[in-house]
């Protein structure tokens, strides 16, 4: 079994005629010379180069751009990145690829099979390791990549009037059960200073209340401040997207398939420091017209949580787990 550098150049060379001289997230082009190898997934153990299923091709562009972000944060930010990465690191461990699966959907069929069809020519490949004098990292480097910006993510979702609450947030394309479909992102801010600046006092209702969402035990992100479409969701008491924290961040995946044009929906679930009595729960209202509303945007922590949302919550955060242990 080969170590080190020889590891680093065979790993290299298997990946450059499997795929081609292409970077596995940004899908381009490049001299082979200039791709070099990245870590999907933070490495593991000192032979880390030997483990083919967790390095792909990268340029130089992507490499500083991903620099140490955790996997889902640098993969969720860009769905065009995780197709990407879907296509060109086929080889890819099972846990890697489960979480791309469902966020590529099947376009990428078409382009997998074109591939398997045929197969690009690998480029002759420049000696193992760039040396100084042709660097891409160096910016005069011929071999340097252009500066791109980065594209847009395709979005999933529509905001518009909703029947049941002002306006909802519906979903544009049909998305796929466990997929991260939103980030909901705001300040981030303590409980304390949520519930200095929306007090839950007695005879005020849910309006404002409803843009804070708890992060962990210590923090809230505050919608009203930097917050995205993902404010707009509307409460159901029969969801299809759950909150799920992934590190610093709060997200919202599907809890299982959700087609073009329903109305996406999570459980509130707010809880208040006081007894969730009938008139505190008379005071957040639901009507989400689900045949198992329970009639209020309350729930107690200890509440048992539906088994299909249970179940995403489960192979959610298994998948997170086991993709940002390092
Ligand atoms: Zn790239
Ligand atoms: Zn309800």
């Given at each position: 079994?080969?170590?080190?550098?020889?590891?680093y150049?065979?790993?290299?060379?298997?990946?450059?005629?499997?795929?081609?001289?292409?970077?596995?997230?940004?899908?381009?082009?490049?001299?082979?010379?200039?791709?070099?190898?990245?870590?999907?997934?933070p490495?593991?153990?000192?032979?880390?180069?030997?483990?083919?299923?967790?390095?792909?091709?990268?340029?130089?562009?992507?490499?500083?751009?991903?620099a140490?972000?955790?996997?889902?944060t640098?993969i969720?930010a860009?769905k065009?990145?995780?197709?990407?990465?879907?296509?060109?690191?086929?080889?890819?461990?099972?846990?890697?690829?489960?979480?791309?699966?469902?966020?590529?959907?099947?376009?990428?069929?078409?382009?997998?099979e074109?591939?398997?069809?045929?197969p690009?020519?690998?480029?002759?490949?420049?000696?193992?390791?760039?040396?100084d004098?042709?660097?891409?990292?160096?910016?005069?480097?011929?071999?340097?990549?252009p500066?791109?910006?980065e594209?847009?993510?395709?979005?999933?979702?529509?905001?518009?009037?909703?029947p049941?609450?002002?306006?909802?947030?519906?979903?544009?394309?049909p998305?796929?059960?466990?997929?991260?479909?939103?980030?909901?992102?705001?300040?981030l801010?303590?409980?304390a200073?949520?519930e200095?600046?929306?007090?839950?006092?007695?005879?005020?209702?849910?309006?404002?209340?409803?843009f804070?969402?708890?992060l962990?035990?210590?923090?809230?992100?505050?919608?009203?401040?930097?917050?995205?479409?993902?404010?707009?969701?509307?409460?159901?008491?029969?969801?299809?997207?759950?909150?799920?924290?992934?590190?610093?961040?709060?997200?919202?995946?599907?809890?299982?398939?959700?087609?073009?044009?329903?109305?996406?929906?999570?459980?509130?679930?707010?809880?208040?420091?006081?007894?969730?009595?009938?008139?505190?729960?008379?005071?957040?209202?639901?009507?989400?017209?689900?045949?198992?509303?329970?009639?209020?945007?309350?729930?107690?922590?200890?509440?048992?949580?539906?088994?299909?949302?249970?179940e995403?919550?489960?192979?959610?955060?298994?998948?997170?787990a086991a993709?940002?242990?390092?």
């Amino acid at each position: 079994m080969p170590t080190g550098r020889a590891a680093y150049a065979d790993t290299r060379v298997w990946l450059l005629k499997e795929y081609g001289p292409i970077c596995a997230y940004c899908g381009e082009t490049f001299p082979a010379k200039v791709l070099t190898l990245d870590h999907v997934t933070p490495r593991r153990g000192r032979s880390a180069y030997d483990r083919r299923d967790n390095l792909v091709l990268s340029c130089a562009d992507c490499n500083g751009r991903k620099a140490d972000k955790p996997f889902l944060t640098w993969i969720l930010a860009n769905k065009v990145r995780a197709r990407h990465l879907y296509v060109y690191g086929q080889h890819l461990s099972v846990g890697i690829l489960d979480i791309l699966r469902p966020m590529v959907g099947t376009e990428v069929d078409h382009l997998l099979e074109r591939r398997r069809r045929a197969p690009v020519e690998p480029r002759p490949v420049y000696g193992g390791l760039a040396d100084d004098e042709d660097s891409p990292y160096l910016e005069d480097s011929p071999y340097a990549p252009p500066r791109r910006a980065e594209p847009e993510p395709p979005v999933a979702y529509v905001q518009r009037a909703s029947p049941r609450h002002g306006d909802g947030v519906f979903a544009a394309v049909p998305i796929a059960a466990y997929s991260p479909v939103i980030e909901y992102t705001g300040e981030l801010i303590t409980h304390a200073e949520a519930e200095a600046r929306y007090p839950t006092v007695p005879g005020a209702g849910a309006a404002e209340h409803t843009f804070v969402l708890q992060l962990d035990e210590e923090r809230a992100i505050d919608a009203n401040v930097g917050g995205n479409a993902a404010r707009f969701i509307n409460h159901s008491c029969a969801p299809n997207l759950e909150p799920i924290r992934v590190g610093d961040a709060m997200w919202l995946f599907a809890v299982r398939d959700i087609a073009a044009g329903e109305e996406l929906g999570y459980d509130y679930a707010i809880e208040l420091d006081e007894r969730h009595t009938p008139a505190a729960k008379r005071r957040f209202p639901c009507a989400c017209g689900a045949t198992t509303c329970r009639g209020t945007l309350l729930r107690s922590k200890g509440a048992r949580l539906s088994p299909e949302v249970a179940e995403a919550r489960r192979v959610v955060e298994a998948r997170i787990a086991a993709l940002d242990e390092g």
